[in-house]
């Protein structure tokens, strides 16, 4: 079975910074593009940010560019995503999935992805 654990959320106040983990198991880690998502309350998942599988690149969206850094290390079969900057927008659960489409990140499209975790909760107070 594929599971994927986020952790790392809490509540921080605007300019500050947190670093979300994904922990993967069942699947061969290092053969998937990872990304991970975010959906703030009546808003539609979006993505942030993909490690791709070939070549390590990344991809962000525009709203975290600059701000956000992901990065993963495939001995521990886990994906980070460093949040600087923070901002009460950004307030959101955050959520990685495998992109069982293809291995190099592109476009960040939500139906690439599958085997979603259960999300871990940001909150930025402003």
């Known amino acids: 079975e594929v599971q994927f654990v986020e952790s790392g959320g809490g509540l921080v106040q605007t300019g500050g910074s947190l670093r979300l983990s994904c922990a993967a198991s069942?699947?061969?880690?290092?053969?998937?593009?990872i990304g991970w998502f975010r959906q703030a309350p009546g808003k539609e998942r979006e993505g942030v940010a993909c490690v791709s599988a070939s070549d390590g690149s990344k991809v962000y969206a525009d709203s975290v560019s600059g701000r956000f850094t992901g990065s993963r290390d495939n001995a521990k079969n886990t994906v980070f995503l460093q949040m600087n900057s923070l901002k009460p927008e950004d307030t959101a659960v955050y959520y990685c999935a495998a992109n069982t489409m293809r291995r190099r990140c592109g476009a960040i499209r939500v139906y690439e992805y599958d085997y979603w975790g259960q999300g871990t909760l940001v909150t930025v107070s402003s």
């Open positions: 069942g699947l061969t880690f290092g053969d998937y593009a």
